[in-house]
Every structure is written in C-alpha cells, then in structure tokens.
C-alpha cells in the first residue's frame, strides 16, 4: 500500500500563489509516476499534471498549462505544485496520485490521497 498525504492548501485571492506538497510513503512502484487531479464542487474529479520519475515527461491540463508547475525530489518522495496567477474556477480539492507509470497517472492512478482544499476568492 501506499500512502499520500497532501499539504499547502487553503484560502487565496484571485491572481494570488499557492504551493502545494504531497508526500509518499509505503510500498511504492519502482519508478513510479506522480501527479495532482482536482474536484471542484459539483464536477467530477480532473487531471491537473503529472511527472514521471525522471522528471523528463510531464503532462499538464489545459486549464492550468503556463500557470501551475510540477516538480518533484526523489530523495524525499515529495512532488509539489505550484499554483500561480489563481482564477476562481481553480477552487477545488486537490489529490496527490501515484501510478506505476506517469501515463498510468494521468489516465487511472492507483492509489489517491485524502485531498487538500483550495479556495480563490473572486
């Protein structure tokens, strides 16, 4: 099993910067993937970004591509991300997710955190 426990989140104005860090503990894949979806109330859950091991590949949605940025440090198990020029529609709680791939992230991870709320003030 693998455990994930997200931090960072909670309450910006619109145009502000939030940083968020997720943590990896437990029996994780040999190079796996790592990444962040998001559910905003009332829609269902979305993909944000994702980064292999390597840190070589990653994927970004649309929505957040030039205003988020993913990176993670092996040595710590962590990724963050780091969310600037924040719009309303970026409210949402926040997943940390790990695949055994980073394809595997984006499309279906296997195992998710508990979330970390993040609220834009218009």
């Known amino acids: 099993q693998v455990q994930l426990v997200e931090s960072g989140g909670g309450l910006v104005h619109a145009g502000g910067s939030l940083r968020l860090s997720c943590t990896a503990s437990?029996?994780?894949?040999?190079?796996?993937?790592m990444g962040w979806f998001r559910q905003a109330p009332g829609k269902e859950r979305e993909f944000v970004a994702a980064?292999?091991?390597?840190?070589?590949?990653?994927y970004y949605a649309d929505s957040v591509r030039g205003r988020f940025t993913i990176s993670r440090d092996n040595a710590l198990n962590t990724i963050d991300l780091q969310m600037n020029s924040l719009k309303f529609e970026d409210t949402a709680v926040y997943y940390c997710?790990?695949?055994?791939?980073?394809?595997?992230?984006?499309?279906?991870?296997?195992?998710w955190g508990q979330g970390t709320q993040v609220t834009v003030s218009s």
């Open positions: 437990g029996r994780t894949f040999n190079k796996y993937g």
């Open positions: 980064i292999n091991w390597e840190g070589s590949i990653i």
């Open positions: 997710v790990v695949g055994d791939s980073v394809v595997k992230t984006k499309l279906n991870p296997d195992y």
